[in-house]
């Protein structure tokens, strides 16, 4: 009977610590469990890896409070894949565990939405032959991963799901991910009515005992496919056959938290140790999956090009806005105007929400910041307030200047409010809704909205990210762009990429079912590349060149880029600390293989009265950067106040 445990703890320090089993426990105290232990004047969950018949100690060792678990939530294969993720993302292993498990680390970010498309036709009945082909392909399992690069309306979920129900026949089981998952989702409805009650529905509504009950239902063999978003791709199945990674360049994929994992990462890590299949899909492809689509001989490519319910590609127009005087263009306007003569709907979309942007006095030039962030307030008209989007910041709007006491004060820019203010002027007689994350906040609203929509009983759709994607509806003929360019200022790396990705997926929205599709584009950038090659729906256009700077300047997809954030209150020494690790790596890199490529305050030098100072570390061969910044962090632990965050391979510098 092992007496000993080797626990390891949800902290930045990756060794393990050896408690004793107490009388008792022995037959609980086993690999995979969480137990409760003492550690530093307090207790803490931590994760047993390994079980110890004796153990050599010159010190006394503390014994187990108590075992969490009745079964083991991990096993060989969990542990295995937190060892690869604490190597890879530059975490510990007890951090890497804890995120794997619901109500462990807090994976934050995951928006809790509720959305509600319908079942327009039920179960498809006839497959495209694009849609056969691509299913036969990915049954064949002749290579490791697959990438389903379909245009908008192409019915990628169908083959998802058929390959899914092929999978699960042959006794496996399937992972689907999604960038968010709610009850009332499409999805999460078909894949009850298809796999019954042997599916787990991991959305964002269950709290974190609910997930881990969904978790232990998937141990216990229960289940034969869990839909969820990016932490599904930790379920952990016995038997895994198939991972599923829909909309695969959404950031959600992406974790805000260490370890900064991206679900794509960890789904293809997964889907290699278990011999299980890694389909991945999307109409805009993240600038890395068309890089290996390209080049990468263990990646299946599968193309749908064509709209299967009935609809073409939209037309699409661009407007300057800088002739314009209003921010609904006279185009625009006639388009809205056409499509509510003809009964159809429109969606307009605008990135930003709020009313209006910035306040600035025109005497002295004061502009209202949040005390707390390095970033401007917005004008939110609905609550009269002025907020802020990063830690939530709130105060009243202003008349004068705080500082000269001037009249003439000005707040300009403008957020979806003041689009839904100026579309009700232009359109009295319209029905028309918002949905952003403000009017989100009551509770059923965003079902609600979107039933409405989809009845009928709204023609005018407008709001942010919420209503550019996954929709579905086949009135909708109109869709405008409000402004464009809303990306494009931010100091990124990535801003065309991502433009060019939600300019395509917002314009899918139109014309799914009829051919009358059409597309408005406003910005005061008509020329940008990321616009003009949407313009023209010319994808492949656009990864080409775009591939191509990146080639130049040296960023990923052709290079290897981590960022090391240091945060703190105390500005200083946050400074001081980023000074003394730049100039501990500059000795490593001497001899090549990494460059440090800045090491400065971030872009957003300080949230949440934070302030945040990074080092970008770069190198073209990957293994070789991560090496080096593996051998930096190993011996280093930040000064006290200031804490160091990793984030391997960044999809934001900001
Ligand atoms: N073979 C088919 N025949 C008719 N309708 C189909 C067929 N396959 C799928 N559909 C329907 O087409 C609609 C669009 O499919 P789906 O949402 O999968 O598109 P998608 O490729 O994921 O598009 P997007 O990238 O815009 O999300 C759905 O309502 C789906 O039920
Ligand atoms: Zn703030």
């Known amino acids: 009977m092992p007496k000993f445990v080797e626990v390891l703890l949800d902290l930045p320090i990756d060794r393990s610590f050896t408690y004793q089993i107490p009388d008792g426990m022995e037959e609980k105290a086993r690999i995979g469990h969480r137990v409760v ?56 292993r007890g951090e890497a565990l804890s995120m794997m498990i619901p109500g462990g680390r807090r994976d934050s970010s ?34 490791p991963m697959y990438y389903l690069y379909g245009i908008t309306g192409s019915g990628k979920s169908e083959v998802f799901l058929r390959a899914a129900e092929a999978i699960i026949r042959e006794g496996k089981t399937v992972i689907y991910l999604v960038p968010e998952i709610t009850l009332t989702h499409q999805l ?71 370890p900064r994992y991206h679900a794509r990462q960890v789904a293809q890590r997964r889907c290699q140790s278990e011999g299980a299949t890694l389909v991945m899909g999307s109409a805009t492809p993240s600038l890395e999956a068309w ?43 006639e388009r809205i105007k056409e499509t509510l003569n003809k009964k159809k709907q429109a969606i307009l979309f605008l990135n930003r929400r709020g009313f209006s942007y910035f306040f600035h006095c025109n005497s002295c030039g004061y502009e209202l910041r949040c005390p707390h962030c390095a970033v401007a307030l917005t004008y939110h008209k609905g609550t009269e307030q002025m907020v802020c989007h990063y830690c939530g910041y709130r105060t009243k709007p202003m008349r004068v200047c705080p500082e000269c006491n001037s009249l ?47 009845d009928g009983e709204i023609d005018i759709l407008l709001g942010t990210q919420m209503v550019a994607k996954g929709l579905n509806f086949p009135l909708v003929e109109l869709v405008g762009i409000v402004l464009a360019d809303s990306g494009l ?97 500059e000795q490593l890199t001497v001899n090549g293989g990494a460059e440090v490529l800045c090491s400065s305050e971030c872009p957003l030098e300080k949230i949440a009265s934070n302030w945040r100072y990074h080092l970008l570390v770069s190198g073209v061969q990957a293994s070789l950067a991560h090496h080096l910044v593996a051998k930096a962090l190993s011996d280093y632990t930040p000064a006290r106040g200031v804490y160091l965050e990793v984030d391997l391979d960044p999809l934001q510098l900001i």
């Not at 749908?304 to 006279?330: D, Q, W």
């Not at 004060?409 to 403008?414: A, C, L």
Request: aromatic share 8%.
């Open 110 to 143: 995951i928006p809790a939405l509720e959305s509600e498309e319908d079942l327009l036709f039920g179960r498809v009945e006839r497959l495209s032959d694009e849609q056969q082909h691509a299913i036969d392909t990915i049954l064949k399992r002749e290579k």
């Open 291 to 333: 890089a290996l689509m390209q080049e990468n001989k263990e990646v299946g490519s599968l193309h749908l090009r064509n709209r299967v319910s009935g609809g073409t590609m939209p037309v699409i127009e661009v407007v300057n806005l800088s002739y314009e005087k209003n921010l609904i263009s006279k185009t625009l306007q």
């Open 489 to 585: 200022n931010i100091p990124d790396f990535r801003a065309q990429e991502r433009t060019f990705s939600l300019l395509v997926q917002v314009s899918g929205r139109a014309g799914r079912y009829n051919d009358q599709g059409r597309v408005i584009i406003q910005t005061y950038h008509p020329e940008n590349p990321a616009i003009q090659y949407a313009l023209r729906s010319d994808v492949q256009g656009f990864y080409s060149q775009e591939l191509e700077i990146r080639k130049q300047t040296g960023f990923p997809p052709y290079s290897r880029l981590i960022n090391l954030v240091f945060r703190g209150r105390n500005q200083q020494k946050v400074e001081q600390e980023v000074q003394k690790f730049s100039a501990h790596i």
């Open 408 to 454: 003439d004060v000005n707040y300009s820019g403008f957020g979806t409010e003041m689009v839904e203010e100026e579309v009700r002027r232009l359109f009295p007689s319209a029905r028309i809704a918002r949905l952003d994350t403000d009017s989100a906040k009551k509770k059923g609203q965003v079902g609600k909205v979107i039933k409405a929509f989809r």
């Open 188 to 258: 999460a409805r078909q894949v009850t009515n298809r796999f019954s009650q042997r599916v787990a529905i991991l959305h964002s509504a269950l709290t974190p005992s609910q997930r881990l009950k969904e978790w232990k239902r998937i141990i216990a063999g229960e289940v034969d496919l869990a839909i969820g978003a990016r932490s599904a791709v930790f379920a952990p199945f016995p038997n895994l056959g198939l991972i599923i990674l829909d909309e695969e360049h959404e950031n959600s994929y992406k974790s805000g938290n260490t």
């Open 37 to 92: 232990v003492p550690f530093a004047r307090r207790e803490m969950t931590g994760y047993v890896v390994e079980t110890l018949d004796e153990v050599e100690a010159t010190y006394t060792i503390k014994e187990i409070k108590r075992v969490i678990d009745d079964t083991p939530l991990y096993n060989t294969q969990t542990i295995a894949l937190a060892e690869w993720m604490s190597r890879f993302y530059l975490c510990s």
